[in-house]
Nanobody
Framework: VQLQASGGGLVQAGGSLRLSCVAS????????MNWYRQAPGKQRELVAR???????NYADSVKGRFTISRDNAKKTVYLQMNSLKPEDTGVYSC????????????WGQGTQVTVSS
């Protein structure tokens, strides 16, 4: 199973970025998908989540600015990030998960997002 994240970069405060995470070797449509981020010296935190049914949840710090979406045909989850702030800086990683007889959890590598003030 592979999850390949991309789209990170350096952007000025107030700018936008769109992250993508492409999955392979899983039945993407039945997995809930998550975006996490980890800032230097801080714990990893959940930023946004979209279930297999399309329901979404966001961290309070990004509500109204970030939008998570998915394209099951392309096996891709997106994170549209608008009105970026310096505190959004971190390594963003995607996670796929589902519960069958046990939890099946898969992580992708991270993509760096740096927001300058």
């Amino acid at each position: 199973v592979q999850l390949q994240a991309s789209g990170g970069g350096l952007v000025q405060a107030g700018g936008s970025l769109r992250l993508s995470c492409v999955a392979s070797q899983i039945i993407f449509s039945i997995h809930d998908m998550n975006w996490y981020r980890q800032a230097p010296g801080k714990q990893r935190e959940l930023v946004a989540r979209i279930t297999s049914g399309g329901s979404t949840n966001y961290a309070d710090s990004v509500k109204g600015r970030f939008t998570i979406s998915r394209d099951n045909a392309k096996k891709t989850v997106y994170l549209q990030m608008n009105s970026l702030k310096p505190e959004d800086t971190g390594v963003y990683s995607c996670k796929a998960e589902r519960y069958g007889n046990r939890w099946y959890i898969y992580w992708g590598q991270g993509t760096q997002v740096t927001v300058s003030s």
